[in-house]
C-alpha cells in the first residue's frame, strides 16, 4: 500500500480535549486510507523509500466538514433577495408564490441531471477550500419522489466527486402547498411512505425535523422521529431558530446527534444537551441573513462543554453561502467564538454532529487521512482572513485531490 510521509508540518491535530492540538514542528505517516502516526520531527522515526512531502512550515489541519446544509436544490432566489431590498415583505412575497414553496417549485421541476448540475458549482467551492466531508439534506422536494430524487443527487456527488456525502432526510422541512391545513396528514405521508422508501433506497443516513410555528410542532417531531429510531437512524433538528417551542430538549432527550440553530434556547435548557451528548450547531450564516439579534446561549454552551459545531447551512432562501472558511470568520464576528473554537466547529465537533468521530475530524493515529495543507503559520488565520482562500493541498482518505506539486521534496 502506498505510504506518504510528511515533514516540517506545523499540525492542528484537533485531537485534544478543547484545543487546536498543536504540534509544531511535526511529521506524519499515511498508509493507504488512514493516518499510521503523528509526531514532533525530533522523535519521529522517518522511514526511507516513501512518498516524501516537505511541508515548509505550513499549517495542516484535518479535511473541513460542512455537517449542515440543504446543498441540492433548484433555481435560486435572488429575485426576492431583489425584492425584499426594495421593501416587500416576507409575507407579501410568499403570497406571491415566492419563499421556499418557489424552491420546491423549481426543485419539483429539475430532474437529477439539472439538479445535479446545478449543486456541482457550490459543491466545487467548498472543495476548493478543503471540504472532506459534506452532509448534505433534503426538504425541497416535499413529495416521496422528490425528496428521493435529491438524495440520489446527493449520494451520486458522493461518487463524482472525492468526498464523504452524508445524507439526511428532511421530508419535515415544511408543508407542501397540496397539504394546506392538513400538516397531519403530510406527517403520516412521510412516516408511512416518504421515510421507509428513501431509507428502503439505502438513501438516509440520518433524519432531520424543522420544529417551528411556520413548520411542524413537537407532536408531529416526534412521530417522524419515532420511525426514525425504529428504522435504526439517528436523528437531529432544526430547532429554537426563531422562537422557543421545546425542540432542543425533545430531541436531545431522544439522543439527537445534534440541534440546530438555537437562537433561541434558554441557557437553562444547555445542561440537557450535555447530558445526552448532544452536539449544538450553529448556522452564522442565516443569522447573518436574516439580520438576527438573539444569539445562542453560548456562554452557557461553554460552561457545560456541549461541543460546538458550525456549518453553512447553505440553502437559496436563508443562507445562500458555499464558503466554510467565510463562515468560519461569521462565528467569530458575530457570535464571538474564538478561531480555536471555529476550527473545532468545523473538524472534530462537525464529526461528532455527524456521528463520524471515530473516523475523521481529527489528526491521530487510525483516523482517515483527510486533511489539508494551508499557505498560513497559525490556524488562527484561517478564522481571520475574509475572502481569501489558502487552501495548498487536500488528501481525502489518502488520495491526493489536489497535490502539492510544487511542495514535494
Ligand atoms: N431554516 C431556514 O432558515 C431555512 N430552512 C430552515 O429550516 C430556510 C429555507 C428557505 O427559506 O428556503
Ligand atoms: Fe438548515
Redesign the pocket.
Known amino acids: 500500500m502506498a505510504q506518504t510521509l510528511f515533514i516540517n508540518a506545523r499540525i492542528a491535530t484537533m485531537s485534544d480535549e478543547s484545543g487546536y492540538g498543536l504540534i509544531d514542528d511535526a511529521a506524519m505517516l499515511v498508509d493507504g486510507r488512514n493516518i499510521e502516526w503523528v509526531a514532533p520531527m525530533g522523535q519521529a522515526n522517518l522511514p526511507k523509500n516513501v512518498d516524501r512531502i516537505d511541508c515548509e512550515g505550513r499549517l495542516m489541519t484535518p479535511g473541513l466538514i460542512d455537517c449542515h446544509s440543504?446543498l441540492v436544490y433548484g433555481g435560486n432566489r435572488a429575485d426576492e433577495f431583489e425584492l425584499r431590498l426594495e421593501g416587500a415583505s416576507y409575507e407579501e412575497i410568499a403570497r406571491r408564490g415566492g419563499?421556499?414553496v418557489s424552491?420546491v417549485k423549481a426543485t419539483r421541476a429539475a430532474s437529477e441531471s439539472e439538479l445535479l448540475a446545478q449543486t456541482r458549482p457550490r459543491l466545487e467551492q467548498l472543495l476548493g477550500e478543503g471540504v472532506t466531508t459534506m452532509e448534505i439534506k433534503s426538504g425541497y422536494g416535499l413529495d416521496c419522489e422528490s425528496e428521493i430524487k435529491i438524495l440520489r443527487v446527493a449520494r451520486k456527488l458522493g461518487e463524482l466527486y472525492p468526498l464523504r456525502i452524508e445524507k439526511t432526510f428532511l421530508g419535515a422541512?415544511a408543508l407542501p402547498p397540496e397539504f394546506f391545513g392538513q400538516a397531519d396528514d403530510y406527517i403520516e405521508l412521510i412516516c408511512k411512505e416518504m421515510l421507509p422508501k428513501a431509507h428502503a433506497e439505502n438513501l438516509v443516513d440520518a433524519v432531520d425535523v424543522?420544529i417551528e410555528s411556520i413548520?411542524f410542532d413537537l407532536r408531529q417531531a416526534q412521530r417522524v422521529f419515532d420511525i426514525a429510531i425504529e428504522l435504526g437512524l439517528p436523528i437531529k433538528a432544526?430547532v429554537e431558530?426563531l422562537s422557543d417551542l421545546g425542540g432542543s430538549v425533545m430531541a436531545a432527550r431522544l439522543g439527537a446527534l445534534s440541534v440546530d440553530?438555537i437562537e433561541y434556547l434558554k441557557a437553562s435548557d444547555v445542561p440537557q444537551l450535555a447530558q445526552h451528548n448532544t452536539v449544538a450547531v450553529l448556522l452564522p450564516g442565516?443569522f447573518y441573513v436574516l439580520r438576527e439579534t438573539r444569539h445562542p446561549p453560548i456562554e452557557a454552551l461553554r460552561l457545560h462543554q456541549v461541543p460546538i459545531a458550525i456549518a453553512t447551512?447553505a440553502?437559496?432562501?436563508?443562507?445562500p453561502v458555499s464558503s466554510l472558511l467565510l463562515i468560519m470568520n461569521m462565528a467569530c464576528t458575530l457570535f464571538r467564538l474564538t478561531p480555536r473554537e471555529a476550527l473545532r466547529g468545523v473538524t472534530i465537533n462537525a464529526a461528532k454532529a455527524l456521528g463520524l468521530d471515530a473516523v475523521v475530524g481529527s489528526l491521530q493515529a487510525g483516523k482517515q487521512a483527510d486533511l489539508v495543507i494551508w499557505d498560513v503559520d497559525k490556524p488562527s488565520e484561517l478564522a481571520y482572513q475574509i475572502g481569501l482562500n489558502p487552501c495548498a493541498a487536500v488528501m481525502q482518505a489518502g488520495h491526493w485531490r489536489k497535490p502539492l506539486m510544487e511542495l514535494a521534496a
Open positions: 440543504h419563499g421556499i424552491t422541512h424543522f413548520a432544526h431558530q440553530h442565516a447551512d440553502n437559496p432562501g436563508s443562507s
